[in-house]
């Protein structure tokens, strides 16, 4: 009898704290993830692991942020290293290290899905960089991304990285490079005149 007593106590006691665990991680809680997070914190699942949330800044979002649906949403690239595409009040933004946000336009804005499962899930982009010094030695330094959707579709962008003005002294190291767009007509006409 004592037996029975006492094994029908640690298993409610093991349900119950069970049932409270699970309470802190609720599946469809919206969370507010920075967009700047440390590499270290990229790879965490912050609903499964919500003794995280507050070391890597990650917080509850507020009625305020699901009301206007602005919650900034981000998801990484494979190649270069640190690029993300961030969804943002419905547009999204290409961002490179150390460099002004590009906006990206076309289908692809709503064949990318977003959301704290596909956060984990980086897009196997392809990435084909030349640095070209033609005569008078002009560098000239372009690349092709070719960014594949959920949707099962591919779209390349093409993109020039411009010379930095200035020389040392009056150029500051904390300056972001305005990387400029270009068609990819042109990016494939210079790969084969090189």
């Known amino acids: 009898m004592k037996n029975n007593i006492l094994l029908s106590s640690c298993f409610l006691a093991i349900s119950f704290l069970a049932g409270c ?13 920075p967009t700047d997070l440390p590499p270290i914190c990229r ?24 009301a206007y649906k602005n919650i900034p949403q981000q998801r990484y690239l494979i190649k270069p290293s640190e690029t993300s595409i961030v969804k943002t ?23 990318l899905e977003f959301g704290l499962d596909k956060r984990l ?5 392809t990435y084909d ?9 002009e560098r000239l330094r ?13 779209y390349d962008y093409c993109f020039r990285i411009p010379e930095k003005k200035g020389n040392d002294r ?19 006409r210079i790969i084969a005149n090189r």
């Open 89 to 111: 009040n419905g547009k999204l933004e290409l961002r490179f290290q150390n460099s002004l946000p590009i906006n990206l336009e076309g289908p692809i804005t709503h064949e």
């Open 21 to 33: 665990a699970g309470s802190s991680a609720q599946k469809g809680e919206e969370l507010v993830i």
């Open 43 to 66: 790879d965490i699942d912050f609903v499964a692991n919500p003794d995280m949330r507050e070391v890597c800044g990650v917080r509850k979002a507020s009625r305020h942020n699901i």
């Open 142 to 154: 372009i690349f092709k991304m070719g960014i594949p959707t959920d949707k099962g579709n591919k």
């Open 170 to 188: 009056t150029r500051s190291k904390a300056m972001g490079v305005n990387i400029e767009t270009m068609s990819c007509t042109e990016f494939d």
């Open 121 to 125: 899930e980086k897009i196997k982009n």
């Open 129 to 137: 960089y030349h640095e070209i010094t033609n005569k008078g030695s």
